[in-house]
């Protein structure tokens, strides 16, 4: 069985809108690109590691129509050939048009195509499809969660836990990571059962 990867990049109070771009998101959002300013080396080496043996996409409608957009155009660049390699899914409840080669539909029972995913590849990487990851929170359909906190605070916009979170245990697999601009990068693994609760007078 492999393993369902989500890739997230967050602000400290959780937004994950839209951080590479206004066109990311067509929505009413004042800090489309948040991200551009807080790259530097160390993170964006981070972010190449992380995509390392992956071997399928797992994409929602909206991200997939922009990845569709820029990568075919790129794949000069290792990202864009990456992509172009590998089989792409799409999650999406309309009829989303297919353009990019190597695309396929998700069929209308997500959870059972996930798993059905995860039985067919080694790494399925998720990237940005905030509603997917939703889903995903929810059925506890993933293995590992990345997750890129960067140093601002935006106050609006839409959050990296929303309304798919649940009670939920994680393991940290690898001592926090910060970059030089002071992102921090966690690497969680999903851990069995729910948190548990105590009596902090244990600790006096």
């Known amino acids: 069985m492999g393993l369902i990867h989500i890739a997230m990049f967050a602000t400290l109070d959780l937004v994950g809108q839209a951080p590479g771009g206004p066109e990311e998101d067509p ?12 790259i530097d080396e160390v993170a964006g080496a981070q972010v190449d590691a992380a995509y390392e043996g992956t071997d399928a996409l797992l994409l929602g409608r909206r991200t997939y129509d922009i990845f569709a957009g820029y990568w075919p155009k790129h794949e000069d660049n290792d990202f864009g050939a990456l992509f172009a390699r590998i089989p ?23 959870p059972a195509a996930v798993r059905e995913i995860r039985e067919r590849h080694e790494h399925v990487k998720v990237v940005g499809s905030l509603n997917l990851v939703q889903t995903l929170l929810r059925e506890k359909l993933f293995d590992r969660f990345d997750l890129w906190v960067h140093p601002i605070v935006l106050g609006v916009g839409k959050k990296v836990f929303d309304d798919g979170a649940v009670p939920t245990n994680l393991t940290l697999l690898a001592p926090p990571a910060a970059s030089p601009k002071g992102t921090v990068y966690l690497r969680y693994g999903l851990a069995e059962g729910t948190p548990a609760t105590g009596d902090m007078t244990d600790f006096d």
Do not use: C, I, M, N
């Open 88 to 110: 792409k899914y799409v999650a999406s409840r309309g009829t989303p048009e297919l353009s990019w080669a190597g695309s396929t539909q998700l069929g209308p029972d997500l």
């Open 27 to 38: 929505e009413e959002f004042p800090f489309g690109g948040w991200q551009a300013p807080l």
